[in-house]
């Protein structure tokens, strides 16, 4: 089960460096809008070939740079699991240090769930359509983040309760 931990906080630990890599691809994306692409007088335009969508180019640049915020709350949550595992690895449950991470871990899914509902805010305010697939926030999208807050919850009651009895455990001892 140890070595199961260890192996899932690796592959945690690699995806943080996917997440830097499509920071990356981002921010070319975000050059790109700048120094390239159909830019007429503030405008950007999308060729899709059967139509073709003309927005102002700070559309796209908000798209992206939101974008570039989400996966920076991802690689923060990624890190914070990555290293809540390595303690479960070396059998350390209940830690004051393993209930501040998964603390930490609430506050950053909070955070992600309460941006993704801006985000969705932003695109009905300006009303834009056709500019990015990226946010497509259906139900199911806030279904998952209040399952996963759900979770992390239920988990911040079941160490801090584990933690006391540890605790308490230990001073009769």
């Known amino acids: 089960m140890d070595k199961l931990l260890t192996k899932i906080g690796v592959i945690l630990s690699f995806a943080r460096y996917l997440i830097f890599l499509l920071i990356f691809l981002l921010l070319v994306g975000v050059a790109g809008i700048f120094f390239g ?3 007429s007088q503030g405008n950007f335009i999308f060729d899709y070939g059967d139509f073709i969508i003309e927005a102002p180019i700070i559309y796209p640049l908000l798209i ?3 974008a570039i915020v989400i996966c920076f709350i991802f690689i923060k949550l990624l890190g914070i699991w990555s290293r809540l595992l390595l303690e479960f690895s070396n059998d350390k449950y209940f ?3 393993n209930l501040k991470y998964l603390k930490q871990s609430f506050l ?3 955070s992600s769930t309460i941006l993704q509902l801006l985000i ?3 695109i009905n305010i ?3 359509d056709n500019v990015s697939s990226l946010f497509d926030f ?3 999208n806030y279904l998952i983040n209040i399952l996963f807050l759900a979770l992390n919850y239920f988990l911040i009651i079941v160490f801090k309760k584990g933690y006391y009895i540890q ?4 001073e009769i001892i």
């Open 37 to 39: 692409g159909q830019n």
């Open 64 to 66: 992206l740079i939101m």
């Open 95 to 97: 830690k004051i240090k």
């Open 108 to 110: 950053f899914l909070i």
């Open 120 to 122: 969705n805010l932003v």
């Open 126 to 128: 300006l009303n834009i």
């Open 138 to 140: 259906s139900i199911k």
């Open 167 to 170: 605790k308490e455990n230990e």
